[in-house]
């Protein structure tokens, strides 16, 4: 009887490790997968000085076009005025890579830093007076800039779907 319960585990055990190669590589995988993965860039937050260097930077890009050669007749803000609403609605989040200006109309926009150290014009659609959804929101990077809505609003679904792929495509300029 001895002998018949050993030969029985001895068989049992050699059925675990003919499945250890397969356990053994999947761990090795997974292990190599997190390893070799693309890390995310890590942001840091500038200083002041390097946030007053862009706002000069995006005032000599943008100021001229969102103020005084602002010639729309039914803007109700003279061209000469609209360079004090400029400056107070230049908005620059802690990194130094996203900013809303405020131009003809009363137009926001939103700026994105290329990888190449260019400010650019993005497609997204923010206003600085109203409320932004959260998502998209944290995905463009302005949290610090722009005031997040406490609720999901279905009628927005398009713009805050459309706003959330945009922001998405900015992680690649």
Known sequence: MYNYIMKKNR????QIYK???IFAALILGFGLGMILKPQPTQLNL?????????KQEISRLYQDDNTIKCADPTDPIKPQDRGAVFNKYLKINGYANRAVIRGCNDLDRLLAK???GNWVLTDVNVTLDARVNPNW???CLIQDITVSDTEIRPENTFIDDSNFQECQKL???
Do not use: G
């Open 137 to 139: 929101q944290k995905e």
């Open 171 to 173: 992680k690649d300029l």
């Open 11 to 14: 068989k049992n055990n050699t």
């Open 46 to 54: 500038v200083t002041t000085s390097e946030k007053d260097s862009a």
């Open 114 to 116: 290329t990888k190449q």
């Open 19 to 21: 499945y250890f190669p």
